[in-house]
């Protein structure tokens, strides 16, 4: 192990031997030569054929579901009223589409699907390897034997200081997705200042390491660089957030959140539209959530009046705007972590979430308020400590002009550019 150290530290490349040797020999080797490895790969960098190697190497060691004609999936590196996983898979399976969505469970600021979707009474997020590889629509939890190696890596990138490597979070990605059985993935990039990537230029380079490197994979890749500056839709939080998924798939979604699906869909070449008009979408959803445990009735039941279903914190506190003009912003920075500190989201992992924590944004960006409106309701605890409340009217700008605000969908990249 120190001769391998010392060649990344002298600034030279890792064979494709070394890395499997690493991998290999991972649960022999001691924490501090794991994390020296991973010291080195963060400060000298690791090119496209090592995170090519590195990522055959983790999807190698574990198990893999088998592959299967029409079968999609998408992956976002996270954010704040980050939902659309939950609306795009059922819509995707009523068009057509296989859609074998392995996903993850929120850290701090950022929400995580999993979590959102325990809000649900009875749905099961732990699907062994069998159910997943006979259902045609699912989204649970990375089982122990899949990829193996990126539960070990991170836990240690998480105390070194070397979770940013963007050879690292490649290959972490892409050695889960790619033994999903997949054959078309979309990557939603988020930038901005509630984004893993706070700019564009940063979250680029990580789109095209993770296109080049799921393309030689054999996957068909392609990666949206999406806004990340303003929280998605109006509901944040996990009820909150499976309230406006149903939303969604009624039609009735917010503009941005749906615009992010529809093209998140056209992305895997797949027309949504249809499937969501008619009500299959919906269909779907339902015939999901029983699949996974929900009982018939409260699968009915959530998507009635989802509040006849989901928790929901017993005290609600109204966040006004301090002066008279237009809604200019939302910090979703101080939203998102306002909700972890509240108890929705959680600070290190393990820790306990509540579901019925969230916020509902009660008016649409851009629009005029007087001083004192009401512009968001936080459903949260009996005792919450004043100075989140203070943060959350910090996280509200009023402008004296309308202001104009971007698309949400800033730059597709492709194995083939742009």
Not at 13 to 38: C, K, M, N, T
Not at 128 to 134: F, I, K, L, P
Not at 337 to 356: I, N, Q, T
């Amino acid at each position: 192990m120190p001769t391998v150290l010392a060649i990344k530290r002298d600034g030279g490349v890792w064979s494709e031997a070394e890395i499997q040797w690493f991998i290999d020999h991972l649960d022999e080797l001691p924490r501090e030569q794991v994390g020296a490895w991973l010291m080195a790969a963060q400060l000298v960098g690791l090119n496209e054929q090592e995170t090519v190697a590195l990522t055959h190497a983790m999807l190698n060691q574990g198990a893999r579901l088998p592959d299967r004609v029409g079968a999609v999936d998408k992956h976002s590196t996270g954010g704040v009223g980050d939902k659309m996983s939950i609306v795009l898979a059922p819509a995707l399976h009523a068009s057509g589409a296989i859609v074998p969505m392995l996903a993850g469970r929120g850290l701090a600021h950022t929400g995580g699907t999993i979590d959102k979707l325990e809000a649900i009474p009875g749905f099961n997020t732990g699907l062994q390897r069998d159910a997943m590889a006979a259902n045609p629509c699912f989204i649970a939890r990375q089982t122990t034997d899949i990829a193996p190696a990126d539960a070990v890596l991170y836990a240690v990138r998480d105390v070194t200081a070397t979770v940013p490597c963007i050879g690292l979070i490649t290959a972490s990605i892409l050695s889960k997705k790619a033994a999903e059985g997949i054959e078309r993935l979309v990557l939603d990039v988020k930038v901005g200042r509630a984004a893993f990537m706070q700019t564009q230029e940063d979250a680029k380079a990580l789109a095209l390491s993770m296109v080049k490197v799921g393309t030689r994979l054999g996957l068909d890749v392609c990666a949206q660089l999406t806004e990340m500056d303003r929280p998605i839709g109006r509901m944040y939080g996990n009820s909150h957030e499976i309230v406006e998924c149903i939303d969604c798939l009624k039609g009735n979604g917010p503009e941005d959140t749906m615009a992010l699906v529809h093209g998140q869909a056209e992305a895997l070449g797949v027309s949504i539209e249809e499937a969501i008009r008619s009500g299959r979408a919906m269909d779907a959803f339902k015939a999901m959530l029983v699949r996974q445990g929900v009982e018939p009735t409260t699968a009915d039941q959530l998507i009635a009046d989802p509040w006849r279903v989901l928790p929901k914190a017993p005290r609600s506190y109204f966040i006004a705007a301090h002066e008279e003009g237009y809604l200019a912003d939302l910090d979703a920075l101080i939203i998102g972590e306002v909700l972890c500190e509240a108890g929705a989201g959680r600070s290190k992992p393990g820790d306990e979430v509540d579901h019925g924590i969230g916020i509902q944004r009660v008016v649409e960006m851009g629009e005029r308020v007087t001083a004192g409106q009401t512009v968001m309701v936080l459903d949260g605890p009996e005792h919450l400590e004043a100075r989140l409340l203070e943060r959350l009217h910090q996280a509200i700008t009023v402008a004296e002009d309308a202001p104009t605000h971007p698309p949400r969908l800033l730059e597709t990249i492709t194995a083939h550019g742009k």
